[in-house]
């Protein structure tokens, strides 16, 4: 016969998750487990106590339809609950002068029946005065603890346990017992921690379901299920639904060592969690009813619901708390222009919005540190090696575990939260919390578990359970959820401020330039305006010397003074493009719709470009189409850009230079082509530069031409570009885009 998987599998600290309480295969003592075929509704499998309890022999049961067995009422009502999809309720019936509670759970194929004796049930009005009093008795004007104080109270009074305790679960589930109301002479347990391995995740999985549990006698002789393996679906039946369900011999073997008879044990879940469990120990053994076991249930509840009433208030008045601090923070941090100044030397600090040892700041590279926290170099050497890795928060209690570096400064920063802001990857807001120097009292050691036979480690529960004091080594007070809230609401001002103070930053630097720009246009514009005037007397008396003078004058001096004529006429044509430069920078714009072509033929017309550049061929594209512009400037732009053009190519054997345009991208892209000089490509920036000339000396000009052509379009926020080759020409494009952007 095929042996079910429990009583085989040896149970070692490697596997200890792995024990199938659910399928233990074993009834307790004092109630009957039946197992009926969901279809047919008859009995597949039944605990063999069911002889001794209902005095009706096993074989006769297996196979019988459930209306033969249970008394047809109770059988029937099931049937019918079933048929309609109704939930199914305990019901109570008679055999001989016994009475009896028949609790019905689903469990896949199965409808599971937990059979005990029904107890002394209360009368509805002693029911409901339970009740009353647990509702009027818990309440969350205290502290947690407080809390937790009262509803063990209430447990010892409601069901008279010799030692009834609270215990709460850690983020890692070791537990400690926070609460505890107990007979005096039992030894107190108050404050003792035990390790998450004392109620393994399979058992805390069937609390989250069950909820509340009684092991009536500990010392029992649990009742195998018969047929061990299910006829119908050839396994070991999951009887996790039955609060009758057998215990685990390693939880029997703890429990007799500490000397309990019986216990009874409640789920707390909070926000849909295991927050921690209502421990009931006996002496002896005692077995509390369904409806008592149901009124403990909903005491949980109701703890449960001012539980979760407590936290949130309490996140409430923390975070108002730390919303205060914060608030002031980010008046610092406005006020001020250096952020860091701002978090770290004014009162308050940003190590002030949450409960921690001290902080750092890494910014840019450098670290600035508040409190007590590890040396600077050491903070930068966590945040390259270890926080790079991480994502933009983080948290732990205990940094040594993840980042072994981190024992060397475990007193000041065993715990640690930190954030990562602003736009380079490694600025970081970091909080550290020193390592919990309390010493923890464990319930046994929690080291030494197993026992080792063969070679292999065996579990066994701790024989020992005389207080165990451990001190936590490395570990800090954990970071709770207000503390998160309070950093994340920091860094979302912090880098609101951050960004907010670079738009500040390249708005002032932008207007600043505008400024300085509008500053050397009027400066260059009196400057050249001033010029004129002595220009205009130098090139006046150079012309007289030259006229009445002339032969009075030396070869030497006549030399001279063609040179100050000559010089006086280029000094003028500056002025004159300084002028017209200034000029675009301080006009506004009078936009309208321009013929470009027309303006193209006033611009070689202008040039006179027949008589001073005959040999030249010039074309221009009969559909140059109309474009946008302020005429005076748009002309400016096409005149510089074809005096260039011809002049560039003046010199070559078949000088030709071509007007015409392209569309790229719904935009019209005018060009004005030369087959001239060219000039090296690295230039094409820097020719559109003031007085930058790339060109040889052999052409005349000031460099201002194509710096008032650039000037011109990015004043219609268009683009300038040109391309060139030496020797090769050069083609000069441009857009005017044809709206305001
Ligand atoms: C179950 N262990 C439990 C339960 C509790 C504890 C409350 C649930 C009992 C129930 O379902 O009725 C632990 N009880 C405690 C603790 C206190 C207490 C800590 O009163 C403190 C005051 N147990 C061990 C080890 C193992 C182990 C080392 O100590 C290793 C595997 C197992 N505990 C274990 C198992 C169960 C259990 C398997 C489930 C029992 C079951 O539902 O069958």
């Given amino acids: 016969m095929a042996t079910g998987a429990y009583s085989e599998q040896e149970i070692t600290l490697t596997n200890c998750d792995?024990?199938?309480?659910?399928?233990?295969?074993?009834?307790?003592?004092?109630?009957?487990?039946?197992?009926?075929?969901?279809?047919?509704?008859?009995?597949?499998?039944?605990?063999?106590?069911?002889?001794?309890?209902?005095?009706?022999?096993?074989?006769?049961?297996?196979?019988?339809?459930?209306?033969?067995?249970?008394?047809?009422?109770?059988?029937?009502?099931?049937?019918?609950?079933?048929?309609?999809?109704?939930?199914?309720?305990?019901?109570?019936?008679?055999?001989?002068?016994?009475?009896?509670?028949?609790?019905?759970?689903?469990?896949?194929?199965?409808?599971?029946?937990?059979?005990?004796?029904?107890?002394?049930?209360?009368?509805?009005?002693?029911?409901?005065?339970?009740?009353?009093?647990?509702?009027?008795?818990?309440?969350?004007?205290?502290?947690?603890?407080?809390?937790?104080?009262q509803a063990a109270m209430l447990v010892k009074y409601l069901f008279d346990y010799d030692r009834v305790m609270i215990y709460k679960f850690d983020e890692d589930w070791n537990g400690e017992v926070v609460a505890e109301v107990k007979e005096p002479q039992l030894e107190s347990w108050l404050g003792l921690h035990y390790p998450a391995t004392d109620i393994p995740k399979p058992a805390r999985d069937i609390f989250m379901k069950q909820g509340v549990r009684i092991i009536s006698d500990v010392n029992y002789k649990a009742s195998p299920i018969i047929p061990e393996i299910s006829p119908i679906t050839g396994q070991a039946s999951d009887i996790s639904s039955s609060e009758l369900r057998a215990v685990s011999p390693i939880h029997i073997e703890y429990l007799q060592n500490m000397g309990v008879g019986a216990s009874l044990t409640a789920a707390i879940i909070l926000n849909g969690e295991l927050w921690g469990l209502v421990a009931c120990h006996h002496a002896t053994p005692k077995f509390i009813n369904y409806h008592q076991r149901q009124s403990c249930l909903f005491l949980t509840q109701v703890f449960s619901n001012k539980l979760a009433l407590k936290t949130t208030n309490l996140f409430l008045v923390k975070t108002s708390a730390s919303d205060e601090i914060r608030k002031k923070l980010v008046l610092q941090m406005t006020s001020i222009n250096n952020i860091v100044h701002a978090l770290c030397n004014f009162d308050p600090t940003f190590v002030d919005i949450l409960d921690c040892g001290g902080g750092a700041i890494v910014k840019d590279g450098e670290v600035y540190t508040c409190g007590e926290t590890?040396?600077?170099?050491?903070?930068?050497?966590?945040?390259?090696?270890?926080?790079?890795?991480?994502?933009?928060?983080?948290?732990?209690?205990?940094?040594?575990?993840?980042?072994?570096?981190?024992?060397?400064?475990?007193?000041?920063?065993?715990g640690i939260l930190s954030a990562r802001f602003g736009n380079e990857e490694g600025d970081y807001i970091i909080w550290f919390r020193p390592e919990a120097k309390e010493t923890v009292s464990w319930g046994g050691n929690p080291q030494k578990k197993g026992f080792i036979k063969n070679g292999i480690e065996y579990l066994t529960p701790r024989k020992s359970f005389e207080r165990w004091a451990e001190k936590v080594s490395g570990i800090a007070k954990p970071w709770a959820d207000y503390d998160l809230e309070a950093v994340s609401s920091l860094c979302e001002n912090i880098i609101h401020i951050l960004v907010k103070k670079q738009k500040d930053e390249i708005y002032s630097l932008n207007s600043r330039l505008v400024e300085a720009n509008k500053e050397l246009e009027t400066f260059s514009y009196s400057v050249s305006h001033d010029l004129r005037a002595p220009l205009r007397g130098i090139d006046g008396y150079a012309r007289i010397l030259q006229d009445h003078y002339w032969d009075r004058l030396d070869d030497y001096s006549q030399k001279a003074v063609k040179t100050i004529v000559k010089s006086a006429g280029e000094m003028d044509i500056m002025i004159d493009d300084i002028l017209s430069y200034s000029?675009?920078?301080?006009?506004?714009?009078?936009?309208?719709?321009?013929?470009?072509?027309?303006?193209?033929?006033?611009?070689?017309?202008?040039?006179?470009?027949?008589?001073?550049?005959?040999?030249?061929?010039?074309?221009?594209?009969?559909?140059?189409?109309?474009?946008?512009?302020?005429?005076?400037?748009?002309?400016?732009?096409i005149n510089n850009l074809i005096s260039n053009a011809l002049k560039y190519s003046s010199k070559e054997e078949l000088p030709e230079i071509e007007i015409g345009f392209f569309k790229k991208k719904e935009q019209n892209v005018y060009f004005i082509k030369d087959n001239g000089v060219g000039?090296?490509?690295?230039?094409?920036?820097?020719?559109?530069?003031?007085?930058?000339?790339?060109?040889?000396?052999?052409?005349?000009?000031?460099?201002?031409?194509?710096?008032i052509a650039k000037k011109v379009v990015d004043k219609h926020n268009g683009q300038l570009w040109v391309e060139t080759e030496p020797g090769k020409g050069s083609v000069f494009y441009f857009i005017l885009p044809d709206f305001d952007e």
């Avoid at 090296?680 to 000031?702: C, H, M, N, Q, W």
């Fill in 679 to 707: 000039f090296d490509p690295k230039y094409k920036e820097k020719i559109f530069k003031l007085f930058s000339r790339v060109a040889s000396k052999d052409y005349l000009g000031t460099g201002i031409g194509l710096s």
């Fill in 18 to 149: 792995r024990e199938p309480i659910h399928i233990i295969g074993k009834a307790q003592e004092h109630g009957v487990i039946m197992i009926c075929d969901l279809n047919t509704l008859s009995v597949s499998q039944c605990s063999a106590n069911v002889e001794s309890i209902f005095g009706i022999d096993l074989a006769t049961i297996l196979g019988a339809p459930l209306i033969e067995v249970l008394p047809k009422k109770v059988a029937k009502s099931f049937k019918r609950k079933l048929k309609n999809n109704e939930s199914l309720l305990p019901k109570k019936f008679k055999i001989g002068n016994q009475k009896f509670l028949s609790i019905p759970s689903i469990s896949k194929d199965f409808l599971i029946l937990d059979i005990e004796p029904s107890g002394k049930s209360l009368d509805p009005v002693g029911f409901q005065e339970q009740l009353t009093k647990i509702l009027a008795e818990l309440n969350d004007s205290g502290s947690v603890n407080d809390m937790c104080q």
């Fill in 583 to 637: 000029k675009v920078g301080q006009t506004k714009l009078s936009k309208q719709l321009l013929s470009i072509k027309q303006i193209v033929t006033n611009a070689i017309e202008a040039q006179n470009a027949e008589n001073n550049y005959p040999g030249t061929i010039i074309k221009i594209d009969e559909n140059l189409p109309k474009a946008v512009g302020d005429r005076r400037m748009i002309s400016q732009l």
């Fill in 374 to 414: 590890p040396e600077k170099k050491e903070i930068a050497k966590l945040c390259d090696h270890f926080l790079v890795n991480k994502g933009t928060y983080f948290s732990s209690k205990s940094l040594s575990n993840l980042y072994p570096e981190a024992s060397k400064f475990k007193s000041k920063a065993s």
